[in-house]
C-alpha cells in the first residue's frame, strides 16, 4: 500500500483492498457489539 501511494497513484488502482477492509472492519465490528451486547444484557 505505502508504496502505491508514495508512486502517485489514485483511488481506482487500490479501491479493491479498501473494500475488503471495510467489510472485514463491518465485520469484526458487527461481530464485537453482538457479543457486548450479549455480555451486558
Known amino acids: 500500500m505505502r508504496a502505491i501511494i508514495l508512486r502517485g497513484a489514485g483511488f ?3 479501491w479493491r483492498n479498501l473494500l475488503v ?21
Open 12 to 14: 481506482l488502482e487500490f
Open 21 to 41: 477492509l471495510a467489510v472485514m472492519g463491518a465485520a469484526l465490528f458487527s461481530l464485537c457489539a453482538l457479543r457486548f451486547k450479549r455480555k451486558i444484557g
